[in-house]
Nanobody, 119 residues
């Protein structure tokens, strides 16, 4: 089992920045992926970014250049730096931990943290 606790969400003005953090605890897979997904009201949950235990990253095409994912393996923590935020980035952001890299695997989810981009 893996437990995930997100932090860092909140209200930010358009054009602003925010950094999300997700701390993992529990029993880990040696090869794993940590990532961020988001779900806006009335929409499906979508991948924002993911990073493997070896440092390989994957981003949603529409977010490349604005969002940066990183992880600190010593702290079992993944971060998401979000720059130039837009109102359409408003969503609940969920942390994900999974075995392996790519489709499938065993998935664990955090409870989510709300990001609201509004003036």
């Amino acid at each position: 089992q893996v437990q995930l606790v997100e932090s860092g969400g909140g209200l930010v003005q358009p054009g602003g920045s925010l950094r999300l953090s997700c701390a993992a605890s529990g029993s880990f897979f040696s090869i794993n992926t940590m990532g961020w997904y988001r779900q806006a009201p009335g929409k499906k949950r979508e991948l924002v970014a993911a990073i493997s235990s070896g440092g390989t990253t994957d981003y949603a095409d529409s977010l490349k250049g604005r969002f940066t994912i990183s992880r600190d393996n010593a702290k079992n923590t993944v971060y998401l730096l979000m720059n130039s935020l837009k109102p359409e980035d408003t969503a609940v952001y969920y942390c994900n931990y999974k075995s392996g890299w790519g489709p499938g695997g065993i998935n664990y989810w955090g409870k989510g943290t709300l990001v609201t981009v509004s003036s």
